[in-house]
Structures are given as C-alpha cells and as structure tokens.
C-alpha cells in the first residue's frame, strides 16, 4: 500500500531535521521523500503531463539553451535580472522562442524569473555552464533520450529482450560517469589504507592505480581531500583518453589496456570506478583476472566503485543508471549476490562493502582468494 501524503509530510518533517543536524544520508532522503509526495498528490493526468511533456519539454530546452549560449548569459549577469529580449539578442536568436523557453524553465526551476520577461540564474543554470554539466546536457538528450524512445519499438520489432542484444563494445558513458565521480566517503577506510601502506616492501612506492579512471577526476578529488597522501596515484586509461589528461601534477597518467595483463606490481590499491557495469560478466572477469599477478597477497586491495542494486526499494538514481547502461550498452546494474559472484570467479573475495546513507554507489573492498 502507498504511504499517504500526511505520512510523507511527517517523514520529511523528521528528516528535515536530520538534515538540519547534517546527518549523512538525510540530503538524499529527503530528495525521494519529496518524489513520493508528488506522487501521492499528482491527479493521473497530472502525471501524464509531466511525464509526456513538462520533462521532455525542459530536457529540449536545456538542450536548446547551451546550444545558444543562455546559461552562460545569465551567469555572466550575475545577480542582476536580465531580460528574455536581451537573451534573445545575444544569442541571435527569435524573441518569441527564447521568451516561450525561458518561462518553461523557469517554471520547471532550472532558472529564476523575477518579473515581466526578467530572469537571473539559479545555482543549476550556472552549473550548467560548467563542461562537466553542460556535456551531460549534450550527451543525455542527444544519446540517451532517442535510445529510450525508440525502445519499445525495437523491443517489438525484435520480439526479445534486449539483454539478448550483441554488441562488439558497450557504450562509453564518460559524460554521465563525470556526474557522480568521487570515492565514496568513507574516510576512515582511506585511513586505513595509507596506514597499512609500505613504499619499501618491493620496492614500489605506488598508493592507488586508477584503472580506466578517464580523466582522473576521483584521483584529483582524492588527493584534495587528502592533500598528504603519500606514495604515487597512477592513471590508467586508452591512449586517446591519456592524451587529454591535465594530471596538475597530482598523478602520472599512463596508457593501458584493461584486458592487458596490468604492468603495475603490488600497488597498495587497484581501483576500478564504473567500469565494469559496462560489461558483461565475461568480460568482467577477465578485467578483473588480469589484475590477480600483479596483486600482492595480504598487502594489495581491490577497489571496486559501482552501484549495487538492492534487493528491496531501491532509489530511482539507482534504477535511472540501471536504464541507461541497459538501453545503451545493453547491460545493467547488479545486485550484490551478483558482484560477489563475479569477484570468486576471478579470483578474488570480498572483504568488505562501503555503503553511503542514501548514496547510489557502494565501494566494495576485495583481496585475493
């Protein structure tokens, strides 16, 4: 039975003042107790119309503002209102359009409206000017949105399910990956692993490789948390990867394949942040088996970064990355049993799971069987 909107109101009133006290998880919680409430109060047609055109309305509209340059536009004004007509002129484009697309953003909170066709930006707008945001604009409308909508009909026309689909390489979703980066935060465990870390054993003084870590934002996260982190961070990513890497001195970033045996003996820590859920269980374990030689026993971990989906209730940033990897790389998220069976095959045995109240990524902490 759904929850009534006066057991929502009181849910959140509870943890509103968890989140007042800072509590980890309240944040998130708060952000699916006020989904249910839209829920429970929406009239059906109510949520057809933001499911069927309020959503893909703003979506086109985000799109259609970087492409114009809007958000930069409101950001460069600052604090002072800026008129849909003068965003209009600085963006060449047609006064009626831009005034018609500013009042549904705003309206859907993406920007603010403070009078008759006067607009400011919002803390959103302005961090969609941002390259990491702003391609995340680009890559979800013009990749990911035609992949959902033409999903039902492929599903007809091939009258299976879509995890039957072959494909030579799953989808690279570096854009989306850019939007959740960040070790989960368990401080202590960062802790743990600087404590049991010996540069002189082997001879190797490297803390952590970043195995297909991209552009090594969670390297440089890392290391800005944890400015005296001692022994070296590697990055370990394809060629054309590497070459438009800006390593700012934190990490030595070097090419490598990870279906290559890895050239990186007896590291403190091999980390693997949302790679593996664009493969298949296959290919996984041979990721993952070409780590075992260079692992030393009793000393190296395995770090592997990735949503794990709950047997009950899970969170729609949950499901919503579970759908993604599934209409573009016909893959999926997986349940722990799943990851856990995948890591013995391997070789490895998990250790120990880092869950983050409310987060949608668990750090799973594994050595050598």
Known sequence: MSPTPEAILAQLQATGSAYSEKK?????????????????????????????????????????????????????????????????????ADETLIARTLKHLAAMNVVAETGADKYVGTPLSNALTEPKYRDGIIYTYDVAGPSFRGLPEYLKSIKASILRMARSKPALLREIQQLHVGVPRRETFVERLVQGFDADTGGNDVLLVDVGGGLGHDLLELKEKHPSLPGKLILQDRPEVISAVSSEGVFEATAHDFFAPQPVKEARAYYLHSVLHDWGDDDCVRILEQLRPAIRSGYSKLLVNEIIVPDR?????????????????????????????????????????????????????????
């Not at 969170?315 to 209409?327: A, K």
Request: hydrophobic share 45%.
């Open 24 to 92: 980890p998880g309240a944040r998130e919680q708060l952000l699916n107790l006020a989904h249910s409430l839209i829920s429970s109060l929406e009239l059906p047609s109510e949520s057809i119309q933001r499911i069927g055109w309020a959503g893909p309305a703003r979506a086109a509209h985000c799109r259609m503002a970087v492409d114009l340059g809007i958000f930069e536009s409101l950001k460069d004004s600052g604090e002072v209102d800026i008129s849909g007509k003068d965003l209009a002129a600085k963006a060449g």
């Open 313 to 369: 209730n899970p969170t729609w940033p949950v499901t919503s990355m579970d759908q993604i990897v599934f209409v573009l790389g016909a893959m999926g998220e997986r349940t722990q049993a799943r990851w856990e069976a995948i890591l013995k095959r391997a070789g490895f045995k998990v250790v120990h799971v880092y869950n983050y109240e409310m987060g949608s990524e668990s750090l799973i902490e594994a050595e050598l069987a």
